[in-house]
């Protein structure tokens, strides 16, 4: 069973870094974590003591108004960046001070990211796109893997097919392929429904709540209201603070 928020992590070494013992359903806590950009009066505070858990096989909405530190929030989940203070364990490992050859490491081996603005290579066809993390892993039968996280998404008659040959809807399913095809920890989906129209959205958003059901965890940023019923739990942002949660 998951800690509760707030209460006290025991900790043991193990080697460079430190693990925190936490439940076996537990997959992310955040502890009191502040990220300051820029010093003195022209510092400006993005995250504000902010905790959060998450439960392994869980999918979270995060919700909230611009400015309310919902991308520094993502970029921390995503070790992209690192807190100013507090910590941010990840599958049980303190994460929160690693250097940047290390996050890296824990980016491309454990978590999945969907963004926005899909980020096809438009060469490359939806196989070779979907393909593109194993190459950094050295990964055997690479393209094998592509066609199978493909056909999760149901693009299993468009693997060859470029990005310009693809619906927005599409393209977006080809970047939750590529988010998948290094079975994961964490899938991190930036606004995924940004740039889609309603039927899109409605398609992309019954993929990731199917995957969540074969027990993925998902965390979902996002400014959309339609994305708060398919989740199991939601929580909304204001001044870099966690002000409401919502169970679904």
């Known amino acids: 069973m998951a800690l509760a928020e707030g209460a006290a992590p025991s900790l043991e070494p193990a080697g460079d870094r430190r693990v925190i013992q936490v439940g076996a359903d537990q997959l992310i ?16 505070v993005a995250l504000d003591h902010f905790s959060l858990d998450v439960a392994a096989g869980e999918l979270l909405a995060v919700m909230g108004p611009s400015g309310s530190g919902k991308s520094t929030l993502m970029n921390i989940l995503g070790c992209l960046d690192t807190p100013t ?11 929160s001070r690693l250097n ?9 081996r454990r978590i999945g990211f969907v963004f926005q603005q899909f980020h096809l290579l438009p060469r490359l066809s ?3 796109n979907v393909e593109l993390p194993l190459l950094y892993r050295g990964e055997r039968d690479r393209r094998a893997l592509a066609l199978r996280a493909l056909d999760q998404v149901g693009l299993g008659n468009r693997v060859n097919h470029r990005p310009t040959q693809l619906s927005g809807g599409q393209q977006q399913r080809v970047a939750i ?7 994961p920890d964490l899938i991190l989906a930036d606004e995924p429904t940004g740039n889609l129209d309603t039927a899109a959205s409605r398609e992309v958003l019954t993929i990731l709540r199917d995957l969540n059901q074969q027990g ?8 959309d209201p339609e994305v708060a019923p398919v989740a199991q739990r939601t929580v909304v ?3 870099g603070r966690l002000v409401h949660r919502v169970a679904a």
Not at 100 to 108: D, P, Y
Not at 216 to 223: D, E, L, M, P
């Open 29 to 44: 806590r955040l502890e009191s974590v502040t990220k300051v950009y820029g010093s003195g009066d022209a510092a400006v």
């Open 85 to 95: 203070s507090g910590r941010y364990w990840f599958g049980g490992d303190d994460v």
């Open 100 to 108: 940047e050859t290390q996050l890296a490491h824990v980016r491309n």
């Open 126 to 128: 939806a196989w070779r």
């Open 177 to 183: 392929a590529r988010a998948l095809v290094t079975n």
């Open 216 to 223: 993925r965890t998902i965390v979902i940023i996002t400014h």
């Open 237 to 239: 942002m204001r001044d």
